[in-house]
């Protein structure tokens, strides 16, 4: 069992920057890759970004490349969604979840599921 909580959503204009992070309990969360998704209302749930539980791989949607950075530290069982440049268009609920071993950016093939914080970019 691993849980998860999501902190660190907010109100940012245009432009600005968010660092969501996901603290996970749980031993043995350095085993498991980590997705972030987003949602609005209305839409299905959107794959952002996810990394392995190595590290050594990470995977983001087109929309956020060269924005938005994930990363990971296992030894505070804690990983980070760091947001630059954002914009109107990233306004969503962003959670995290957590899947054995490998990344994937379909959101049922993870296990545990963070609640959801809110993110807002004004324009």
Do not use: H
């Not at 907010?10 to 980590?34: D, E, N, P």
């Amino acid at each position: 069992q691993v849980q998860l909580v999501v902190s660190g959503g907010g109100l940012v204009q245009a432009g600005g920057s968010l660092r969501l992070s996901c603290a996970a309990s749980g031993r043995t969360f350095s085993s498991y890759a980590v997705g972030w998704f987003r949602q609005t209302p209305g839409k299905e749930r959107e794959f952002v970004a996810a990394i392995n539980w190595g590290a050594t791989m990470t995977s983001y949607a087109d929309s956020v490349k060269g924005r938005f950075t994930i990363s990971r530290d296992n030894a505070k069982n804690t990983v980070y969604l760091q947001m630059n440049g954002l914009k109107p268009e990233d306004t969503a609920v962003y959670s995290c979840a957590v899947r054995p071993l490998s990344i994937t950016v379909v959101p049922r093939a993870y296990n545990y599921w963070g609640q959801g914080t809110q993110v807002t970019v004004s324009s």
